[in-house]
Protein backbone atom coordinates (compact mmCIF):
# COMPACT_ATOMS: atom_id res chain seq x y z
CA UNK A 1 0.00 0.00 0.00
CA UNK A 2 1.33 3.70 -1.06
CA UNK A 3 0.21 6.56 0.43
CA UNK A 4 -0.21 9.96 -0.50
CA UNK A 5 -1.73 12.79 1.80
CA UNK A 6 -2.72 16.72 0.56
CA UNK A 7 -4.01 19.09 3.11
CA UNK A 8 -5.14 22.67 2.45
CA UNK A 9 -5.18 23.65 6.05
CA UNK A 10 -8.44 22.25 7.17
CA UNK A 11 -9.51 19.05 5.35
CA UNK A 12 -7.11 16.24 5.17
CA UNK A 13 -7.16 14.26 1.47
CA UNK A 14 -5.44 11.01 1.34
CA UNK A 15 -4.48 8.42 -1.69
CA UNK A 16 -4.23 4.89 -0.72
CA UNK A 17 -2.93 2.38 -3.44
CA UNK A 18 -3.92 -1.10 -3.61
CA UNK A 19 -2.54 -3.99 -6.14
CA UNK A 20 -6.61 -3.93 -7.27
CA UNK A 21 -7.54 -0.20 -6.82
CA UNK A 22 -6.79 3.23 -5.14
CA UNK A 23 -8.95 4.63 -2.26
CA UNK A 24 -9.60 8.43 -2.13
CA UNK A 25 -10.50 9.55 1.50
CA UNK A 26 -11.34 12.67 3.22
CA UNK A 27 -12.64 13.65 6.59
CA UNK A 28 -14.69 16.25 5.94
CA UNK A 29 -15.75 16.84 9.23
CA UNK A 30 -19.91 17.41 8.61
CA UNK A 31 -22.64 15.17 8.77
CA UNK A 32 -23.72 12.97 6.35
CA UNK A 33 -26.43 14.52 4.87
CA UNK A 34 -24.92 18.52 4.49
CA UNK A 35 -22.37 16.52 1.53
CA UNK A 36 -22.77 15.55 -1.86
CA UNK A 37 -20.95 13.51 -4.42
CA UNK A 38 -20.98 13.54 -7.91
CA UNK A 39 -18.30 11.45 -10.02
CA UNK A 40 -17.66 12.74 -13.48
CA UNK A 41 -14.74 10.69 -15.77
CA UNK A 42 -11.75 10.98 -13.69
CA UNK A 43 -13.28 14.01 -11.28
CA UNK A 44 -15.24 13.36 -8.27
CA UNK A 45 -17.58 16.77 -7.41
CA UNK A 46 -17.97 17.40 -3.95
CA UNK A 47 -20.20 20.02 -2.24
CA UNK A 48 -20.42 20.62 1.02
CA UNK A 49 -23.26 22.74 3.06
CA UNK A 50 -21.27 24.72 5.75
CA UNK A 51 -23.04 27.51 7.62
CA UNK A 52 -25.84 27.36 4.51
CA UNK A 53 -23.20 28.25 2.50
CA UNK A 54 -21.88 25.83 -0.09
CA UNK A 55 -18.26 25.02 -0.62
CA UNK A 56 -17.65 23.40 -3.67
CA UNK A 57 -14.60 21.05 -4.50
CA UNK A 58 -13.51 19.45 -7.26
CA UNK A 59 -10.96 16.10 -6.54
CA UNK A 60 -8.97 14.75 -9.67
CA UNK A 61 -9.04 10.85 -9.41
CA UNK A 62 -6.34 8.47 -10.47
CA UNK A 63 -9.77 6.74 -12.92
CA UNK A 64 -13.39 6.74 -13.16
CA UNK A 65 -14.76 6.47 -9.78
CA UNK A 66 -16.63 2.95 -9.03
CA UNK A 67 -18.14 4.07 -5.78
CA UNK A 68 -18.30 6.92 -3.29
CA UNK A 69 -19.36 7.04 -0.09
CA UNK A 70 -19.96 9.74 2.62
CA UNK A 71 -20.36 8.04 6.39
CA UNK A 72 -19.90 9.96 10.04
CA UNK A 73 -18.27 12.82 7.73
CA UNK A 74 -15.57 11.00 5.89
CA UNK A 75 -16.09 10.70 2.25
CA UNK A 76 -14.39 7.94 0.45
CA UNK A 77 -14.23 7.49 -3.25
CA UNK A 78 -12.99 4.06 -4.81
CA UNK A 79 -11.19 3.89 -7.76
CA UNK A 80 -10.62 0.41 -9.83
CA UNK A 81 -7.03 -0.19 -11.50
Do not use: F
Request: aromatic residues 4%; glycine residues 6%; proline residues 4%.
Amino acid sequence: MNLTQITDGETVLRRYEYPDRWVVAADLGVDDELVSVDTVGETAIVVVDRDDVDAETEIELPGPAADATVNNGVLTIEVAK
